[in-house]
């Protein structure tokens, strides 16, 4: 059974730093790309980073480029965010999710699971 679960929310004054995980089980997760979307109240669905099976390939929506880092560790079945210099706008529940094929174009937001995500709250 395919399990994704995010930890490493929380709430951060703007200009502060947090660290999102995401623990993978159920599938070789050196296989699937992974990416993390947001959500929040008003707003839709939002991409935000992927990441290559490998973790050769990282993309990012432009709004947190620059300041958002994806990165994996294979032998863990860790998918990790770093997020720097947070703003009111980030705030929004993020979440993990697998690609639907193995080996697939990062970014294609063709998944088949996600987690049940991890509230951040960026405020004063």
């Known amino acids: 059974e395919v399990q994704l679960v995010e930890t490493g929310g929380g709430l951060v004054t703007p200009g502060g730093s947090l660290t999102l995980s995401c623990a993978a089980t159920?599938?070789?997760?050196?296989?699937?790309?992974m990416n993390w979307f947001r959500q929040s109240p008003g707003k839709g669905r939002e991409w935000v980073s992927g990441?290559?099976?490998?973790?050769?390939?990282?993309k990012y929506a432009d709004s947190v480029k620059g300041r958002f880092t994806v990165s994996r560790d294979n032998d863990r079945n860790m998918m990790s965010l770093q997020m720097t210099s947070l703003r009111p706008e980030d705030t929004a529940v993020y979440y993990c999710?697998?690609?639907?094929?193995?080996?697939?174009?990062?970014?294609?937001?063709?998944?088949?699971?996600r987690g049940q995500g991890t509230q951040v709250t960026v405020s004063s």
């Open positions: 999710t697998k690609d639907r094929y193995a080996y697939q174009v990062v970014g294609s937001n063709d998944y088949d699971y």
């Open positions: 159920g599938f070789t997760f050196s296989s699937y790309s």
């Open positions: 990441i290559s099976n490998g973790g050769t390939t990282k």
